[in-house]
């Protein structure tokens, strides 16, 4: 069964590929034929995967452009398919009849609810947790709820090295119980505040005891520098620090060693700190780290330049339901230093879900735009009255905020000749409607 369920999967990946189709069908009809399929084939040496509620995407790209500039055959899934029958597809497809993978290093993006699936049978040797946030209330409800299911799969590899945010709360307890562990993370810099920039923190109790968490200093949402008076419980010597971060200037350093960012924002850095961290640790030199890191651009489309009639345009893909995703783009487009305009688009709540909750548009920090030099705000698609609502309880002293819910009448108001330099925020659901009624450019390198 095991090499009919291969050459199947193999046969639908080619269709698919011709057919421009998705990449989980292949693996959902191989796992039907073989459901331990996975058990059955011959992994690479060191397998990788990453999870996390952000990052997952552009962590995996950065880790795998690192490996192949030093000189490994990377296996990959760059199609971003992170559950269970994606992540059969790509390893089968990469695979000989008798089930070897064809690769030096396996790297997956993994989905924090399916690990715990893949798990049983894929065992990665190294396993890099980013970070857990509140996302998506139709599927991960809460972050502690998501902590659960994560702690699932890693209680199935107990030999597997763990690379963990140490200044994320949540996940430096998955240490507690494990045996291998790495830590990467920020020193406090520049941007580090007394209190956090959210509306919330899910993380004001110790997770371990439930006492009051004190903090020494955030860096964004609930992540800084931590510790429970009550338990002891605190931040972790970090292995892999940001030790230098200058926004303005694009630049940023990890032990001590400098990078360029092409994309100038906090959750960047900790990518970018993630992928050093795995990379170092399985023996690619510093200097190979941070010359590739340095020439990276991002090619999964979260942020592409484009033109609306003769303005220039920045598109900055959060993620709905995801709050913590929109303050960070909206930090991005807060530190522009000229004059300019932003468009919030939020047309379809979920890819997958029928669904209209949009209650975490109330945890979103629209306020930190007050002190921006944003100029003139376009709310736009089906849900632009209930933001519209949502900016009622700010005032945007100096801001026009214009309300336009239909996307063509849209794309007329920001074609409307400017001097100022144009900006979008929106989510992957709804990125193909700006791109259909603008000139997409090449990806950014800013």
Partial sequence: MKFFAILVCKILAFVGKLLNKGSSLPGAVALKICPDILSKIQLTENVVAVTGSNGKTSTVEMIASIFSADGKKVVWNKEGSNQIE????????????????????????SDERYARHTFKYVKPTHFVITNLYRDQLTRNVHPFWIYNIVKDAVELIPNTTLLLNGDDPIIRKYALEQKKVCYFGMNKNDYSTSETDALYNDCYYCPVCKSKMDYDYFHYAHLGSYKCSSCGYEKPELDYAVDKLDLENNIMAVNGNEIELAFASRYNVYNIC??????????????????????????????????AGTNQGLLITSKHENSTSYNQSLEYVSAVKEDCELVIIIDAISRKYYTTEISWIWDISFEMLKKSNVKKIFLCGKYAYDMAVRFEMIDFDGIEVVVEPDLDNMAKLISEPTSMKLYAITCFSDKEKLYSRVEVLNPTDE
């Fill in 274 to 307: 993630s992928a050093f961290a795995i990379c170092s640790l399985l023996g690619v030199s510093d200097s190979t780290i941070t010359k590739t890191l340095n020439e990276f651009i991002m090619k999964n489309g979260r942020v592409m330049r484009f033109k």
């Fill in 86 to 109: 994606g992540v059969t597809t790509l390893l089968l497809k990469n695979s000989t009849l008798s089930g070897k993978v064809k690769g030096d290093i396996v790297v997956l993006e």
